[in-house]
């Protein structure tokens, strides 16, 4: 096998049992992937992950390209000190993916490996490189190399020195990254500190934004107020060199003054700026040892666990079911099936606060928008615009709809209850939010550009409910087949797979080039009146299809119940 235990001889640790242990878990977990694509609903992932690799790699593309290009000509023009601006963009830059993105999934979860004979430091190793191949990690790579070959390009003199400094940059954000993720996991583990981290990352995002449409030309061009200046520039220029003194100890400036340091032949500096690079990677190696060597002596993050100290008294549950034979009142259907599993889904709404940063954005950047929109010649297609892109926020969430129960959902194949009330439930709770977001950007745009013509408004709303009955439809389906367990004590967690994504932005684009292809040839034709019973046949469309798929997602489910405990039930 991988020779998973010591020597029995002489009951010592070879370094070729560490080799064979690595070789297990690479050939473990290279099966266990090429295997999820050969059972059922594998070969809708594989097309997944080859839509989605490609545009990772474009959007990748163009910073790397920018990256490389902009270190060649500052070193061409005798600037190689401005190398670190480059350094500390590609460090915020990576920072927002890694907030926006997340890391990869595992294809299995690198904790059960404690079981084993596997030392602290083979842990570590291992968890360290499950985490590689995040997005921002290889972007800082390739940025790295990038600006390497830039200034190798320029002075072909400093191509060691170039890269031995930018390897050691790369390395530091690489296990930055590392670090910080390993303790947000670890922080994230409450409910609590849930909250307070999903507000920062909404206040950062927010702020972010505004900046960006306050202070960006390209929204600014009846607002020169707000416009970037030649004043402001040299503003933000001093405001940097105030503050540089601080900033001279941190990696990127100290990979700059390596650099610098080379170019003129002052090789003790450039030897001392690396060491130091380094030294940061050594404390971030240190603290994300610290964290996993708590886990490797079988810490547990769950909300779970952290209640278990809590746990309240069963008595107080209790006053919660109507006694028999008592009657209670309430009318029959509150005790249904789709009453008890709504109630459920909104608990799950309030506890999981990713969905919440998902609900709030889309009306914030609306309100961000939607005044510098209203003021273009552009201004009749604000509502549609507004009421698609909030659509954005609320559709994956049915793509996924058994992904916050975990192997919970077993329990709805044992009930006695309909599955078909299941899913209406979950439907029901996706109309509501969807409903909500739609009324909150609408009088945003009320209150910012004034009131739109009754025939748009009605249009919009049409056009809005065929579009979520149809995605519900879709949705429900892929549920099934395609499921993705989100944790909650989890960082970045995702809402559907990459597929159901794909399926989910498809639809949303196809219908909204439908409709707005009815709204163009209406105006062209000047046929105003054709378009309210034209999207009211749509809608009776999607009504129609989407009663005969509840029909038949009932028996759709049972046939696809193996995948969907498979996924939600892994550890």
């Not at 409910?191 to 981290?197: G, M, N, P, V």
């Not at 999981?352 to 889309?362: C, D, E, K, Q, R």
């Amino acid at each position: 096998m991988a020779e998973l235990i010591a020597n029995p001889k002489k009951n010592i640790w070879t370094a070729q049992q560490t080799v064979a242990q690595f070789r297990a878990i690479a050939w473990l977990r290279w099966r266990i992937l090429f295997n999820g694509f050969r059972r059922k609903g594998g070969a809708g992932e594989l097309v997944g992950r080859i839509l989605v690799y490609p545009m990772l790699a474009a959007a990748a593309f163009f910073p790397t390209l920018g990256a490389g290009f902009a270190g060649w000509y500052f070193t061409t023009q005798g600037q190689i000190a401005h190398v670190s601006w480059l350094l500390w963009g590609a460090f915020i830059l990576c920072q927002l993916l890694n907030i926006n993105l997340g890391r990869p999934g595992t294809t299995f979860n690198p904790n059960e490996l404690i079981r084993f004979p596997v030392r602290l430091r083979n842990f570590v190793a291992i968890r360290l490189f499950f985490g590689l191949l995040a997005p921002a990690n290889v972007l800082i790579m390739l940025i790295s190399l990038a600006i390497a070959v830039g200034i190798s390009i320029a002075r072909p003199s400093l191509c060691a020195y170039a890269l031995i400094a930018l390897a050691a940059f790369a390395a530091v954000n690489v296990l930055f990254t590392r670090m910080v993720f390993a303790w947000v996991d670890r922080w994230l583990s409450t409910r609590r500190a849930r909250e307070i981290f999903t507000l920062l990352i909404f206040a950062g995002s927010i702020a972010f934004q505004w900046a960006n449409v306050n202070f960006n030309p390209a929204y600014n061009h009846h607002r020169h107020a707000n416009a970037i200046t030649p004043q402001r520039m040299s503003a933000a220029v001093q405001l940097y060199h105030r503050a540089h003194p601080f900033l001279i100890y941190l990696p990127p400036e100290l990979t700059g003054s390596a650099l610098v340091a080379a170019q003129r032949g002052r090789w003790m500096l450039f030897t001392a700026c690396v060491v130091a690079t380094l030294l940061f990677a050594a404390i971030f190696l240190a603290v994300f040892t610290l964290r996993m060597r708590t886990e490797f002596r079988g810490e547990v993050l769950s909300d779970v666990a952290n209640a278990v100290a809590a746990r309240k008294p069963l008595a107080a549950h209790v006053a919660l079911a109507p006694s028999a034979g008592v009657d209670s009142g309430a009318p029959r259907r509150l005790h249904s099936a789709v009453g008890v599993v709504l109630g459920k889904e909104f608990l799950y709404v309030r506890r999981n606060t990713g969905i919440f940063y998902s609900l709030i954005v889309p009306v914030v950047m609306v309100f961000l928008f939607a005044g510098k929109m209203s003021i273009r010649s552009n201004s009749a297609w604000l509502i549609p615009a507004a009421v698609a892109y909030t659509l954005f926020s609320v559709m994956p969430l049915s793509y996924n709809s058994f992904g916050l129960e975990a192997a919970g959902a077993q329990f709805y194949f044992l009930a006695p209850v309909r599955l078909r009330d299941v899913f209406l439930a979950k439907n029901i709770l996706n109309l509501l939010l969807a409903f909500v977001e739609i009324v909150v950007v609408l009088a945003v745009i009320v209150y910012l550009s004034g009131r739109p013509s009754l025939l748009l408004l009605s249009v919009t709303l049409l056009w809005a409910a065929s579009t979520l009955l149809i995605g519900l439809t879709l949705g429900n389906l892929r549920s099934v087949s395609s499921p993705k367990k989100i944790e909650f004590a989890r960082a970045a967690g995702k809402q559907a797979s990459p597929l159901s994504a794909f399926i989910s932005m498809g639809v949303l684009l196809v219908l909204a080039a439908f409709g707005g292809g009815l709204l163009v040839a209406a105006r062209f034709l000047n046929l105003s009146w054709v378009l309210l019973p034209a999207f009211a046949i749509l809608l009776a469309v999607a009504f129609v299809i989407y009663v005969l798929g509840l029909k038949h997602v009932e028996r759709y489910a049972l046939g696809h119940r193996e995948e969907l405990f498979e996924e939600l039930s892994k550890r």
